[in-house]
Nanobody, 124 residues
Framework: QVQLVDSGGGLVQAGGSLRLSCAVS????????MGWFRQAPGKEREFVAG????????RYADSVKGRFTIARDNAKNTVYLQMNSLEPEDTAVYYC?????????????????WGQGTQVTVSS
């Protein structure tokens, strides 16, 4: 069984930065494709970023390209999301996700495990 624990959310002003972390239990962490989704109030959950098991491949939503960076440390069983130049539109609950598939997909159904979510609020 794989468990994901998200952390690092908070309140930040527009233009600021936050780094989210996701600690993953289970010895098979290094075999999972990892990612982040988010859900804003009144909106559907959407893909933000994903990273392959090796860390060599990444994928981003167009809305965050150039501002967000996903990374992983397989020795620490942790995945990160560095968020820079934050905008009020980035306000959402952010969820860490894990998939047993080798490619990085952007649909909810392709991810097997989910964190509990961490709130990010960006004020204008």
């Amino acid at each position: 069984q794989v468990q994901l624990v998200d952390s690092g959310g908070g309140l930040v002003q527009a233009g600021g930065s936050l780094r989210l972390s996701c600690a993953v239990s289970g010895r098979t962490f290094r075999t999972y494709t990892m990612g982040w989704f988010r859900q804003a109030p009144g909106k559907e959950r959407e893909f933000v970023a994903g990273i392959s098991w090796s860390g060599y491949s990444t994928r981003y939503a167009d809305s965050v390209k150039g501002r967000f960076t996903i990374a992983r440390d397989n020795a620490k069983n942790t995945v990160y999301l560095q968020m820079n130049s934050l905008e009020p539109e980035d306000t959402a609950v952010y969820y860490c996700v894990a998939s047993g598939r080798s490619d990085i997909r952007a649909t909810i159904e392709d991810y097997d495990y989910w964190g509990q979510g961490t709130q990010v609020t960006v004020s204008s």
